[in-house]
């Protein structure tokens, strides 16, 4: 009896064993190389303690290879990710082909509500939210305090681009590796089209018309562009065609930017004592413009969204839901102090008098994503949506043509004649296969 009780037991064991082994659920999460994504996964046993049956496998790319990748699979629905990191640009485009899993489901504590208007409803199409934010941003002026009194100036809360360079002018000592504005040069629709769309709408430019014509070879896009390749070639670093949002923050907190126009999300990084050789030496401003009424800032959401062809979505919900919610804002903040917290994305945080304290930046990052309209982004109408890019399908692989002319004429292969009439060529045939 002994004997077969002990048997029993074992394959009692046995079964409870090969139970346990089929109830573990790996988790792949296809994430963008920047700091905010990379901190989050040395902080995912905090995740895993709550939640043994999950493995996550992470696979962390740069930012233009991740959109190639992501994009990739979800087209042809190849599975090879439970959780993608997308942007803006991809979610109501991607909702509407039925390629992502609807989040309206995540747990009540994660409170939806919070989320800050701007940011949700570019993530919401037709009232079901499709991506949760991991954090949120728009542009703003990232400036050294110490150069730019050295300069006998002072940086308004709204300059303009006449301000910005007679300030770059000013700043600008190559002999000591100093450089008066760093900016975007890397090709790709989200690296120097995602800078320079934006502050073309500060110009008064725009992609189409209201019948859908390109408008690439206009003087307003021109102006855009002298201004761009006047800074970068008189005030830029040396090789800045190849610098993107990586690049430019190493630069920056080296010492050798005076002015930097970029993503708000950068400000905990550029003012981190412990990355930063300038972290006491930074000042905040909203980003240019002309005085036509719209300023050269962008609005974007880095978030994660579940893919259709997931056999994990489950499982990836409880993973979006620990990512994104409050309690792992608290976590950043216990790990490495509120002002390295995920920004942009909840009312509560803009409340919260320990962040405002900790964060010099808080409020104009607030205020940067609160100016940016992505219904109206322009200063004459247009038939589209989005401030940094234009919300149809086509857009990705047209920007991604016309950056490869800008930069190449960043680099000195070409004039910006050259490159906007190639750009407009380019644009006018993609557009007509596509059937605009």
């Known amino acids: 009896m002994n004997l077969k009780r002990s048997l029993y037991a074992a394959s009692a064991m046995a079964l409870i064993a090969a139970g346990s082994a089929q109830a573990q659920t790996t988790v792949t999460i296809a994430t963008v ?5 990379i901190r989050m996964q040395g902080l995912t046993d905090d995740f895993t303690s709550q939640h043994p049956d999950i493995t996550l496998e992470w696979v962390t790319l740069e930012e233009n290879v991740l959109r190639q ?5 979800i087209a042809a629905n190849g599975g090879q990710f439970d959780v993608m990191t997308i942007g803006t640009y991809e979610v109501p485009i991607w909702a509407q082909q039925d390629w992502l899993v609807s989040l309206n489901d995540l747990p009540e504590a994660w409170d939806a509500d919070d989320i800050l208007p701007a940011i949700r409803g570019g993530l919401t199409v037709d009232g079901e939210l499709y991506a949760a934010p991991f954090y949120g941003e728009s542009s703003m002026v990232m400036y050294r305090t110490d150069l730019m009194e050295k300069a006998g100036l002072e940086m308004p809360d709204a300059p303009t681009w006449d301000f910005i360079k007679e300030a770059a002018a000013a700043m600008t ?4 590796e100093v450089y008066g504005i760093c900016l975007r040069g890397k090709a790709g629709w989200g690296e120097n089209m995602a800078f320079l769309t934006a502050m073309s709408n500060s110009f008064g430019a725009r992609w189409f018309d209201e019948d859908w014509v390109p408008q690439l070879d206009s003087e307003a896009w021109a102006q855009t562009l002298d201004t761009y390749m006047e800074l970068m070639t008189n005030y830029g670093p040396p090789g800045a065609s190849t610098n993107g949002f990586n690049e430019n923050l190493s630069l920056f907190q080296q010492g050798k930017c005076g002015m930097w126009i970029d993503a708000t999300v950068a400000a905990s990084f550029v003012t981190n004592p412990d990355d930063s050789t300038v972290a006491d030496q930074v000042g905040f401003a909203l980003a240019p413009d002309n005085g036509l009424g719209k300023r050269g800032n962008w609005l974007w959401a880095w978030s994660l969204a579940i ?6 979505v489950d499982a990836a919900k409880a993973f979006i839901a620990w990512a994104t919610n ?3 804002t ?3 903040a216990e790990n490495v102090g509120w002002a390295n917290v995920p920004p942009g994305t909840r009312t509560s945080l803009y409340e919260n008098p320990e962040y405002v304290k900790a964060a010099p930046f808080a409020e104009m990052t607030l205020n940067s994503i609160n100016s940016a309209d992505p219904t109206q982004p322009t200063v004459d109408p247009v038939p589209y949506t989005g401030v940094q890019f234009v919300a149809i399908p086509e857009f990705a692989g047209i920007a991604t043509q016309v950056g490869q002319e ?3 004429a960043l680099a000195g292969q070409q004039s910006v004649e050259e490159a906007l009439e190639k750009a407009q060529a380019l644009t006018a045939d993609e ?6």
């Open 406 to 408: 800008i930069s190449a």
């Open 173 to 176: 000592d190559p002999a000591n």
């Open 69 to 73: 990748r992501v994009t990739q699979d």
């Open 33 to 37: 190389n920047n700091g905010d994504m």
């Open 431 to 436: 557009m007509e296969a596509a059937g605009y």
């Open 326 to 328: 409050k309690e792992y």
């Open 307 to 312: 893919p259709a062809g997931s056999d994990a």
């Open 330 to 332: 608290a976590l950043v």
